[in-house]
């Protein structure tokens, strides 16, 4: 079994940057693409980036320039650097995580998500 847990999730004023954390644990052989979406109340759940293994990125468009997403594979560990943060950035954040088992079996994993609020 494999555990997703994110954090990093808060209050910030419109402008202001955060750090979102996530990191996998159990029974884990090794971690391809690590991902981070986000779901604003009464929408739903969109992709805003991810990263492979190997360090390759790919963000959502509009997002590009503010957001940055990195990895520590030692760690299991992916992060999410939002600066200049807008009203409209408010939203859950979920990561999830193409895991290889031990098994040997690829499976996906959610976390439970963050709150990320964005007010003046």
């Known amino acids: 079994q494999v555990l997703v847990v994110e954090s990093g999730g808060g209050l910030v004023q419109p402008g202001g940057s955060l750090r979102l954390s996530c990191a996998a644990s159990g029974s884990i052989f090794s971690i391809n693409t690590m991902g981070w979406y986000r779901q604003a109340p009464g929408k739903q759940r969109e992709w805003v980036a991810h990263?492979?293994?190997?360090?390759?990125?790919v963000y959502a468009d509009s997002l590009k320039g503010r957001f940055t997403i990195s990895r520590d594979n030692a760690k299991n560990t992916v992060y999410l650097a939002m600066n200049s943060l807008k009203l409209e950035d408010t939203a859950v954040y979920y990561c999830?995580?193409?895991?290889?088992?031990?098994?040997?079996?690829?499976?996906?994993?959610w976390g439970q998500g963050t709150q990320v609020t964005v007010s003046s």
């Open positions: 999830n995580a193409a895991v290889y088992e031990s098994t040997g079996y690829l499976r996906h994993y």
């Open positions: 990263i492979t293994r190997g360090g390759i990125t």
